[in-house]
């Protein structure tokens, strides 16, 4: 008699692995929160500015106009102050028409 070969790793059981596996990695990696691409001009503020923006419901034009705000110090300079103030511009157009 022929007997089948059952493997000890059930669907469920390799779906297990699978996750513990994913938060293993997600544990090394760190975070969100605490990296950042491109630069490192957020990491010594005392508040991260995408934290700010988002525990205070900001939209795209106010959150913008903070984040450039908050860098322009340590990284864009004049640059920034201007494109902090284009948002500036574009929330009294979009909120309050004339």
């Known amino acids: 008699m022929t007997r089948e070969f059952e493997h000890p790793w059930t669907p469920a059981k390799m779906a297990e692995y699978a996750a513990a596996l994913e938060k293993a990695e997600a544990a090394k990696r760190g975070p ?4 950042q691409v491109n630069g490192d001009h957020y990491k010594s503020m005392a508040i991260q500015p995408s934290e700010y923006i988002h525990r205070n419901g900001l939209n795209w034009c106010e959150g913008n106009a903070i984040k450039y705000i908050t860098r322009h110090k340590l990284k864009g300079g004049r640059v ?3 494109k902090a103030i284009h948002y500036l511009e574009l929330l009294l157009e979009l909120e309050y028409p004339a």
Not at 32 to 35: G, M, Q
């Open 32 to 35: 969100a929160s605490s990296k």
């Open 80 to 82: 920034d102050i201007e």
